[in-house]
């Protein structure tokens, strides 16, 4: 083999994209609904947007970014997620100083050096949506409700909700001396990663999947029962809006979110199907992200990622099938003579001019060999143009399925293919 494609990247061949398609058509409709409009930026940005963005004590800043220095000495890096170019996008814009709250959404490919396993690969794919300039919880239920509809309209079944308060900077940093004092005394048994995030983000603790820090912080204390008023306030009122859309949730503490910039409401999708990877969508709230990035001022965000890689395992686990695409209506069938292909393209294009998905055998076979390819593609017809066919100017149309033929006059083929 000449060339293979980058170790954790995945091509997508022509006959698997229509399940992409297929999530995509789905997916910006239901955005569509939600009065959520589509957003593009860049695949590269400067480095520094994620270095502050993400927060540089994050293993996706320290140890995945694929970073490179480009010609002009400029330090870029691929995009490992996406809240924070669509909030470089919207301060650069000022679409601030347009209408609030600003609802946006964006399918995106993203860039983690990682271990490659199933479902996780180093170029991803993801759904999200942001709603930037809402300090309401109206906000976060909407963009969980958004997700939940988009999910269970595909019908997954086995997908529960979780959701969490992670609280906000007045009511952290109590609830942060809480679990350093629980974890002091079992500082000596953690992995050596929890060891460095101890004292620079021991919340990571509880996210850790080492099962012997697993086991150490079980009992630790929770987030929810240090929550401030306002915080508290927030997520009651979370719950009551969940309540009021009929969306099933369960509370979980244990959602932490890797990223520094989360506050308060924090959620997860997550699949039972999929073993460990579980987790389909997640989000929450970011309200101190866009003044880490420059805004002159806090202007709350609520937003989701969602992995279309694992959500293409849960479907495929589940057993839900994607509807193939369209097949072809028809394949002319020529003699290959002269006068019979410059009729065959003729009739092709009249065809496709009609609305119908037609082709004609691009490699110049024989007539049998032409047949062959008809079913290869699943044409439902076969406009046949022989010597007879020419001569008396009507088309054999046949049904594939059926085997049945009739005789059409060359220009009303459309009129009875369809
Ligand atoms: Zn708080
Ligand atoms: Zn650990």
């Not at 009065?35 to 593009?40: M, P, S, Y």
């Not at 940005?45 to 320290?62: P, Q, W």
């Not at 999929?274 to 997640?282: F, K």
Request: aromatic letters at 8%; a negative charge.
């Amino acid at each position: 083999m000449l060339v293979k494609a980058p170790k954790g990247t995945k091509d997508n061949l022509p006959g698997e994209v229509y399940k992409w398609q297929f999530l995509e058509e789905r997916f910006r409709d239901a955005a569509a609904r939600y009065g959520f409009l589509e957003i593009r930026t860049p695949v590269i940005e400067h480095t520094e947007l994620f270095a502050r963005g993400i927060g540089d004590t994050t293993d996706v800043v320290e140890k995945q970014m694929y970073t490179f220095e480009d010609y002009g000495g400029r330090s870029i890096t691929l995009r490992p997620e996406g809240t924070a170019g669509a909030v470089r996008a919207y301060l650069e814009h000022k679409l601030y100083a347009e209408t609030r709250p600003a609802k946006m959404w964006y399918e995106i490919s993203c860039f983690r050096y990682e271990k490659p396993q199933s479902g996780r690969l180093r170029e991803f794919h993801q759904f999200g949506v942001e709603n930037f300039g809402s300090h309401n919880m109206l906000a976060d239920a909407e963009v969980i409700a958004l997700a939940d509809e988009f999910l269970r309209g595909l019908g997954i079944a086995e997908l529960a909700l979780r959701i969490n308060s992670i609280g906000c900077p007045a009511c952290r940093p109590v609830y942060r001396k809480r679990l350093m004092d629980f974890l002091a005394d079992r500082y000596d048994a953690l992995c050596d990663t929890c060891k460095s995030r101890y004292e620079r983000n021991p919340m990571r603790i509880l996210d850790c999947k080492s099962p012997v820090c697993q086991d150490l912080v079980r009992g630790a204390p929770v987030m929810i029962d240090s929550l401030c008023d306002e915080c508290k306030t927030d997520f009651d009122a979370l719950r009551e809006n969940l309540s009021a859309m009929g969306i099933d949730y369960e509370v979980d503490s244990g959602i932490v979110r890797g990223l520094d910039y989360y506050t308060k409401t924090a959620f997860e999708f997550v699949s039972n199907q999929i073993g460990a990877q579980g987790t389909v969508c997640g989000g929450g709230r970011y309200d101190h992200l866009m003044r880490e990035l420059g805004a002159g001022e806090d202007i709350p965000g609520v937003g989701f990622g969602l992995g279309i890689e694992r959500l293409l395992l849960v479907l495929e686990a589940s057993g839900i099938e994607i509807p193939l695409p369209k097949r072809a209506d028809a394949l002319v069938v020529f003699l290959d003579a002269g006068e019979a292909k410059t009729e065959a393209l003729r009739v092709a294009k009249e065809l496709r001019a009609a609305g119908l998905a037609c082709e004609v055998d691009t490699a110049g076979r024989p007539m049998k060999r032409q047949f062959q390819y008809a079913d290869r593609i699943g044409a439902k017809y076969c406009v046949i143009l022989g010597e007879e066919e020419l001569r008396t100017r009507e088309a054999t149309v046949k049904d594939m399925v059926t085997g049945e033929q009739k005789r059409v006059p060359f220009a009303k083929i459309a009129g009875a293919l369809k």
